[in-house]
C-alpha cells in the first residue's frame, strides 16, 4: 500500500483512491473478523510511510446494511449485508507504464538527471563478454530493420519478467529455473452495477481463491488470483476460467444478469513467481548482521508485518487451496551471477518502483566505480509529467491537485469548447499534457484532418 500512495501522489489524474467492501452475513463477521486484519494491515501500511509522502490512503471503516446499500445501489445482490470498506489505489496501468518511461527519458527532469534512451521492437540475442568471462554489454537486433547492433555496458540488469529465466541460462547454462508461471484471468462487463469509485473484494470462493470486482472507467472488472501455469508468450483465458467467475459473480450480480452477452472482454496474464533459492552462507551472515543492526522500531515493524499475513491467511485473504503457487513468493529477488549480470526476478507491478531502488543499490554495491549523483533515491521528490503546469515550471509555485486540474478543465470547456466527459477523459489520460494532446487537435482540424478532438467511439 506505501508504493500505492507512490502512485497517487506522483501521477494523481492517473491513480485515485478507490473503496473495496467485504460484504459479510453478519455484524460479527465484519467487526470481529474483517475489520481487525484490514485494521493492521492498514497500520502496517502507515508505519511504512516516509515523510516524503504527503498522499495517503484512508483507514478501513464499518457498514452497517444501510450504508452498503445506499453506497451500492445498483448493486442489489449485497443489498441486506453488513460489510468493511478497506481503501487502495488504482490505476490506469497502460497510461502510467508510459508517463513513467517518458519522465526517465527527460535530460534534467531533476537537477543532474541523465535521460535514459528507450527502444522499442529490439530484441535481445545474447550477451558480450570480455577475456575473463564477464558481461560486458548486449548484442541486440532492431526488429523493423533487421539490422544487428551491440552495446557496450558496465552492467546489464535482467528485467525480462516471467522470460527472466532465458536470460539467466543464455548466461549460464547450468542456471536452476527460479521463475513459475502464475495466471490470472480477468473480465469486463458492460457499464453499471457498481459506483466509479468503489468495488467489492471477494476474499473466499467455493475453491479458496479471491475475487476482485473492481469499476474501471465504469465497467465493472473482474479478476481472479493466480494459477499455476506454464510461460509462454500467448496467454489466453480459458473457457472454464470464464464459466467458473460467471458462477462466483451470480450472488453479487444476481441470476437474471446476462454474463455472456455483458461481457465485453476478457483476457490473461502471467505474473512471475519466484522459486526461493537456497541462502548462502555469506547471505546468511548478511541477514543476521542486518537484523542485529536493526532499531526496536524497526525490529516491532517487521514483528508488525508478520502478523499481518498471518492474519490474513486466517482471515482467508489468500488462495491457499487451489492455485498450486501458495508455496512460491510474491515478492522480488535480486541476484547476481558470476558474470556479473543482475536479475531482478519476480515481484509485481504494483511495487515496481521500490523493486527498481533495491536493484540499482545492489548494483552500486558492486561497482563501486560507479559514482551516482545523488547520495540517495529521488523517486520520492519529484513526479511524473502530467503532474506539473507550465506556470508551476516557471514560478515554482505548486497549487493544490483539484485547483489545477480544475484550472484545465475550465481553459478546455471556454476556449476549446469540447465536451464535459471528453475534458474529463483527456486530464484523466494525460494529466497537464492534455493540452498539448488538444492544441496537436486543433492544429489537425486546421489542416483538414478528420476527428480532431472528437470522440471516436
Known amino acids: 500500500m506505501r508504493e500505492r500512495s507512490y502512485f497517487v501522489q506522483v501521477a494523481p489524474y492517473l491513480n485515485r483512491e478507490v473503496q473495496l467492501l467485504i460484504p459479510t452475513e453478519s455484524f460479527a ?32 471503516k464499518l457498514y452497517t446494511k444501510d450504508k452498503v446499500r445506499k ?33 526517465s527519458s527527460i535530460d534534467g527532469f531533476i537537477p543532474g538527471m541523465k535521460g535514459a534512451n528507450l527502444a522499442n521492437y529490439t530484441e535481445f540475442l545474447d550477451f558480450s563478454k ?41 548466461d549460464n547454462e547450468n542456471a536452476e ?18 459506483p466509479p469509485d468503489a468495488g467489492i473484494l471477494i476474499p473466499k470462493t467455493k475453491d479458496g481463491r479471491v475475487l476482485f470486482i473492481c469499476s474501471y472507467f465504469g465497467h465493472p472488472m473482474v479478476g481472479t488470483t493466480d494459477l499455476k501455469c506454464d510461460v509462454t508468450h500467448h496467454c489466453e483465458p480459458t473457457q472454464e476460467e470464464i464459466d467458473y467467475i460467471f ?30 533459492s537456497k541462502p548462502s552462507e555469506a547471505d546468511l551472515k548478511r541477514i543476521e548482521q542486518e537484523w542485529l543492526a536493526m532499531g526496536v522500531y524497526d525490529k516491532f515493524k517487521s514483528y508488525m508485518k508478520e502478523g499481518v499475513r498471518t492474519v490474513a491467511k486466517t482471515a482467508n485473504f489468500s488462495n491457499t487451496k487451489s492455485s498450486g503457487t501458495a508455496k512460491l513468493s510474491r515478492s522480488h529477488a535480486i541476484e547476481v551471477s558470476d558474470s556479473g549480470l543482475v536479475s ?27 559514482e551516482p549523483v545523488h547520495d540517495s533515491v529521488q523517486t520520492g521528490n519529484f513526479n511524473l509529467i502530467g503532474s506539473y503546469s507550465r506556470a508551476e515550471a516557471i514560478t515554482g509555485m505548486k497549487p493544490a491537485t483539484s485547483v489545477l ?6 481553459h478546455f470547456a471556454v476556449n476549446y469548447d469540447l465536451p464535459h ?14 493540452l498539448r494532446v488538444v492544441e496537436l487537435g486543433e492544429k489537425n482540424k486546421t489542416n483538414k484532418i478528420g476527428g480532431a478532438n472528437k470522440r471516436i467511439h
Open 29 to 60: 463477521g465484519s467487526a470481529l473478523w474483517y475489520y481487525p486484519a484490514c485494521f493492521l494491515y492498514h497500520m502496517m501500511y502507515m508505519t511504512s510511510l516516509t515523510k516524503e509522502y504527503d498522499t495517503y490512503l484512508h483507514g478501513p
Open 71 to 103: 453506497h451500492f445501489p445498483d448493486a442489489s445482490q449485497v443489498h441486506g449485508k453488513w460489510g468493511v470498506i478497506m481503501h487502495e489505489a488504482q490505476m490506469i496501468d497502460s497510461r502510467m507504464n508510459l508517463n513513467t518511461l517518458f519522465t
Open 130 to 170: 570480455d577475456a575473463e568471462g564477464k558481461i560486458a554489454g548486449a548484442k541486440l537486433k532492431d526488429g523493423i530493420s533487421g539490422k544487428e547492433f551491440t552495446v557496450k555496458a558496465k552492467c546489464v540488469v535482467n528485467c525480462a519478467g516471467v522470460h527472466s529465466d532465458n536470460l539467466r541460462i543464455k
Open 177 to 194: 529455473k527460479r521463475i513459475q508461471g502464475a495466471r490470472g484471468t480477468h473480465l469486463m462487463f458492460k457499464k453499471g452495477l457498481l
Open 247 to 276: 458462477q462466483e459473480l451470480r450472488p453479487y450480480f444476481g441470476e437474471d444478469y446476462d454474463y455472456k452477452n455483458n461481457m465485453l472482454s476478457a483476457w490473461a496474464g502471467i505474473r512471475p513467481l519466484v522459486k526461493e
Open 344 to 370: 531482478l526476478l519476480g515481484g509485481k507491478w504494483t511495487s515496481f518502483r521500490e523493486m527498481g531502488q533495491e536493484c540499482v543499490e545492489a548494483i552500486l554495491e558492486r561497482h563501486k566505480n560507479i
Open 405 to 410: 486540474y480544475g484550472q484545465y478543465k475550465d
Open 421 to 434: 466527459d471528453v475534458i474529463d477523459h483527456l486530464i484523466h489520460a494525460y494529466g497537464t499534457t492534455s
